[in-house]
């Protein structure tokens, strides 16, 4: 995570140097890092210093994203005993919950929200899974649950935004729109589809300020993010 | 009999042949809609749960922090730790005066190191704050719930961003409630009504506090092998601990390794031997 997050909702896909649109790759894969480490498991030491020395912006664009930077800093700014604890809590509460229902936290799994019986392991992870795969991608061996959970969806839209810059830094144009391409076309059948439901059930059990803020700046960055991919694909047609 | 003659038999008028085992067991459809559970699912896309269909869990009557006064809370929760009121007790006992986050943690940790607990020092606190009995301050007891830091803002390179803002020191002090709690610990006079409910064993437990009150403490072993004979005990038949253990909790004597007197069961005997 860069000590400083870069506003890459201001900058439009017009007037913008080969290298302009890499650094925009590089920033956005930055982005989906820290909003995919912070989904796919509690906030430990490491990261809650890294978030403490972070600058959030107040203006990006989206106000979503600002109210959700907002919320995260103005959150560390009063954890000031036993943060870990109580994102952990948090945490706990807002995605795993502990009830015997299906509605008992934010699951955050597409086959719980496309599927008519929430259940997971669903035809979305299979999708998923078969979108990776063509994209030379396999899971990690510590990845123990299902392939569509948030955190991966978001950490292989890193993995494409971090090859499109390598691509474009390369002048392989082709590649670059290739893999602009398959990023736009993936946040429309699958991000998009589900994470804003998702979202709305994070705002119903988390009741820190940190992952409202969390879940503010993820449903804001996506909307961008898809209004920027479409801009780039449309302007490359 | 051959293949047509069935004159034996007569399945028609057998009533038997409609005795259907599982029938007394079926459901009955016709009023099954009456007592289904209602649907928890809203209408609209993406089977998004109604609120108002969820089942409410009874979760108001085993919280202790639901209790609407800090004083019923206080209570609930020393209610439903009883294996921890000693370290509750020292808790408050810490925090009578502004006691910073680091050192309450420190003297909790030393104090859990001969009771083990599965709760972590500042959980203890943070369950304790929640009852209302201690309260985070600064550095003159006032309470930090009423700050609300905003983050800084900030301008880097002609862009303004939100920084973090740097956290205060963070004491912990006793709240009103809290004090009028830790008033309730009266180690002296649940040591003295020791000796007043059971007089026939004020010589077991004065010999008991004596042994724990020898430098390093004693063991089990060593207090059972001077009173365990003792005719006072053959009938009921007593052994050293039931003495222990209700000296523990009255707040005589402690685990440290061995048994040692506390500060309050050493003042008991000290007044035991001056009478």
């Given amino acids: 995570m860069t000590e400083m997050i870069n506003d890459v909702t201001e900058e439009t896909a017009e007037a913008m140097t080969v290298e302009d ?13 820290l909003l995919a480490r912070l989904y796919r498991q509690e906030v430990d030491q490491e990261l809650l210093d890294e978030l403490i020395a972070t600058d959030y912006p107040v203006s990006s664009g989206n106000d979503l994203m600002d109210a959700g930077y907002y919320g995260i800093a103005k959150y560390l700014s009063n954890a000031w005993v036993d943060p870990l604890m ?37 035809d979305a992870r299979d999708e998923v899974l078969a979108i990776y795969r063509s994209c030379g991608l396999e899971k990690s061996e510590s990845w123990t649950v299902g392939e569509d959970h948030v955190a991966v969806e978001l950490e292989f839209m890193r993995v494409l935004a971090h090859r499109t810059a390598a691509a474009l830094r390369a002048d392989d144009e082709e590649r670059a729109y290739s893999l602009i391409n398959t990023q736009r076309n993936f946040m429309g059948d699958h991000l998009s589809s589900w994470v804003p439901v998702f979202l709305a059930e994070v705002r119903r059990f988390a009741e820190t ?29 | 009999m051959t293949e047509h003659d069935q004159s034996g038999f007569s399945f028609a008028e057998d009533t038997a042949v409609d005795f259907n085992p599982l029938e007394a067991f079926a459901f009955d459809d016709a ?21 108002d269909a969820i089942p409410q869990f009874q979760r108001e009557l085993v919280a202790f922090d639901n209790g609407e006064t800090a004083t019923e809370r206080i209570e609930a929760l020393f209610a439903q730790m009883p294996t921890l009121h000693k370290m509750l007790f ?19 940790e030393e104090m859990k190191r001969h009771h083990h607990s599965v709760y972590e020092p500042l959980t203890l606190c943070s369950l304790l704050e929640r009852a209302g009995a201690i309260a985070q301050t600064d550095e ?6 009423e700050v609300e830091q905003e983050p800084l803002r900030v301008e880097v390179d002609g862009v303004e961003f939100w920084r973090v803002a740097p956290a205060p020191a963070v004491y912990w002090s006793l709240t009103e409630e809290g004090g ?39 063991s089990l072993r060593a207090i059972g092998d001077i009173v365990d004979d003792e005719p006072v005990l053959q009938s009921p038949k007593r052994y050293a601990m039931y003495f222990i253990d209700k000296l523990e909790h009255a707040g005589a004597i402690e685990w440290t390794g061995q048994w040692s007197l506390t500060a309050h069961g050493r003042e008991y005997l000290t007044t035991l031997n001056e009478d």
Avoid: H
């Avoid at chain 2, 408050?92 to 680091?102: E, G, I, K």
């Avoid at chain 2, 003159?140 to 719930?145: K, N």
């Avoid at chain 2, 009266?186 to 000796?195: G, K, N, T, V, W």
């Fill in chain 1, 21 to 33: 649109l890499a650094e925009l790759c590089d920033s956005r894969a930055a982005t989906y890092e």
């Fill in chain 1, 86 to 122: 109580k994102l952990s809590v948090d945490y706990t509460r807002a995605f795993l919950g502990s009830g015997i229902d299906t509605y008992s936290a934010a699951y955050p799994f597409e086959s719980v929200y496309t599927s008519e019986k929430r259940l997971l392991m669903g």
């Fill in chain 2, 90 to 108: 020292a808790i408050l006992d810490q925090c009578s005066a502004p006691v910073p986050t680091a050192d309450l943690e420190a003297a909790i």
């Fill in chain 2, 180 to 218: 009028a709690q830790l008033d309730t610990y009266r180690p002296m006079e649940m040591i003295a009504r020791l000796y007043e409910a059971e007089p026939q064993y004020t010589g077991i437990f004065t010999t008991c506090l004596e042994l724990c009150g020898r430098d390093g403490g004693t």
């Fill in chain 2, 140 to 145: 003159d007891g006032v309470p930090l719930t």
């Fill in chain 2, 31 to 51: 009023e099954g809609d009456k007592d289904a559970a209602p649907s928890v699912l809203a209408e609209g896309p993406f089977n998004m749960p109604d609120p």
């Fill in chain 1, 209 to 237: 300020g940190f992952y409202l803020g969390v879940a503010d700046v993820t449903e804001g960055f996506l909307e961008e993010d898809e209004a920027l991919l479409t801009d780039l694909v449309s302007d490359r047609n």
